[in-house]
């Protein structure tokens, strides 16, 4: 037999319905994104009226607690309560917005800490050795653009994909880039990846089936998908003998890593990733705490201990 499920009046409908539209056309969040938030709250407003909500303003904190309770006892992954949770917290932000709530009754509750496991990089010599692409025809120059750019400008895959030919200049070694949440940066890029970018510019319409803007297509002429740019660089992987799986994010945070590394400076490295909060950028970049030690012995004044006389 099936679970019945209680049907969901208007009063829980509605304001749902009007929030998805205001993800959809005026916060620009991503489908994959808004597909979660969906899911979420409907999980959570099922949960509701079957113990007898009917108006999103009846939901106090001691309801919030009680929804995260339940998705523990369902046996929900951290990570997942914090979307639920996340996702309550905007719904109701949008509700305060419209005049139609006070407080967020969702603001003072938080989901269990979980463990953020640091992605692993590749070694300068790792790189190197799967960037040593010597093959010359339109798809191996194609894929070492990708590889180079990736590396060279620390582009998050959706931004790599999403560049058009008009976005970038190799005069002045720039790419404008459309990162999470619509938000436009330009982006420096030099060296390596500025020559097999140039490359690649020259033997792209050999692939070219029609007008197309993508600065990076298929064999089919159309713009390259998020999946087969991942599939090319495991496989690059692989042919090059690099001992770690290859990954568009692993290039990612291998730029991140290694810029950290020779400049110390996390503030200038946030920029450049598009990171909105530092913090995001301290845990792609995992510095180890006898570096940091020393930075401070050397910088704050009352680290040093007094010679005595």
């Given at each position: 037999m099936t679970e019945s499920v209680t049907p969901l009046p208007d009063s829980l409908i509605r304001p749902l319905e009007r929030f998805?539209?205001?993800?959809?056309?005026?916060?620009?969040l991503s489908l994959h994104t808004q597909r979660n938030y969906k899911q979420q709250l409907g999980a959570m407003a099922e949960h509701l009226?079957?113990?007898?909500?009917?108006?999103?303003?009846?939901?106090?904190a001691g309801w919030v607690r009680q929804l995260a309770s339940k998705g523990m006892r369902d046996g929900m992954k951290a990570s997942s309560l914090a979307t639920r949770l996340s996702s309550l917290r905007s719904f109701f932000d949008f509700l305060i917005l419209r005049g139609e709530l006070s407080a967020n009754p969702a603001k003072g509750v938080s989901a269990p800490r979980k463990q953020r496991p640091l992605p692993k990089n590749l070694d300068v010599d790792e790189m190197a050795q799967l960037l040593e692409v010597d093959e010359d025809?339109?798809?191996?120059?194609r894929d070492r653009a990708m590889m180079e750019l990736m590396y060279g400008a620390g582009l998050r895959l959706a931004e790599l994909v999403a560049i058009d030919v008009r976005d970038i200049s190799l005069r002045s070694g720039e790419i404008r880039v459309l990162g999470k949440g619509n938000k436009e940066r330009k982006v420096p890029f030099a060296g390596q990846a500025?020559?097999?970018?140039?490359?690649?510019?020259?033997?792209?319409?050999?692939?070219?089936?029609?007008?197309?803007?993508?600065?990076?297509?298929?064999?089919?002429?159309?713009?390259?998908?998020?999946?087969?740019?991942?599939?090319?660089?495991?496989?690059?992987?692989?042919?090059?003998s690099v001992a770690s799986h290859i990954s568009p994010h692993k290039l990612r945070h291998s730029f991140a890593t290694h810029m950290l590394e020779s400049s110390n400076n996390l503030r200038a490295v946030q920029e450049?990733?598009?990171?909105?909060?530092?913090?995001?950028?301290?845990?792609?970049?995992?510095?180890?705490?006898?570096?940091?030690?020393q930075v401070y012995d050397q910088a704050h004044p009352r680290a040093h201990k007094k010679s005595k006389e």
């Open positions: 998805y539209e205001y993800l959809r056309s005026e916060k620009g009226c079957q113990l007898g909500v009917r108006h999103w303003q009846q939901v106090d025809d339109p798809l191996s120059i500025k020559e097999w970018v140039g490359r690649w510019l020259k033997v792209r319409s050999a692939l070219l089936k029609g007008p197309e803007p993508a600065l990076f297509i298929s064999k089919l002429g159309g713009r390259i998908s998020h999946r087969s740019v991942q599939k090319r660089m495991a496989e690059w992987g692989q042919k090059q450049l990733l598009g990171h909105e909060n530092i913090s995001t950028t301290q845990i792609y970049t995992h510095l180890d705490f006898q570096h940091l030690a």
